[in-house]
């Protein structure tokens, strides 16, 4: 994965860059009215001694990327099918087993955005050549 980055924020020891992030469709929601583009923050370690306002490119290794992105969504996913379970089996009840889901679901991304919170070293960044 290869994206455009602006760094809107760096000290010496850390960078903000701005991603411009495309929706699933292809990013011309003008045309179809749909769910619009977002724009992602990635905080780096700032090695290259970046300054506010540069152009950077932003790579991460496509597997890695897909990787995690799977695995993040199986565990959020198999967490909340246990919560499921386990809330119904407990009380025989339709209502504890979705206040188990829910629960389970804010204990999984918790755990997954401390998992995955180290993960900046997979992300590479170098300067734009300008010319």
Do not use: P, W
């Not at 919560?83 to 629960?103: K, P, R």
């Amino acid at each position: 994965m290869l994206k455009s980055g602006y760094v809107i924020d760096a000290n010496d020891k850390t960078a903000k860059i701005r991603i411009h992030r495309e929706s699933s469709c292809g990013g011309d929601c003008g045309r179809c009215g749909g769910c619009g583009t977002d724009e992602l923050i990635v905080e780096v370690e700032n090695t290259m001694k970046l300054q506010k306002g540069e152009t950077v490119n932003v790579k991460m290794n496509n597997k890695k990327f897909i990787l995690s992105a799977a695995l993040g969504y199986g565990i959020l996913t198999a967490v909340m099918v246990l919560g499921g379970i386990l809330g119904y089996e407990a009380f025989n009840s339709e209502t504890a087993s979705i206040l188990f889901t829910a629960g389970f679901l804010v204990i999984s991304l918790i755990v997954i955005r401390y998992s995955f919170k180290n993960k900046k070293s997979d992300i590479k960044i170098e300067r734009r050549q300008t010319r």
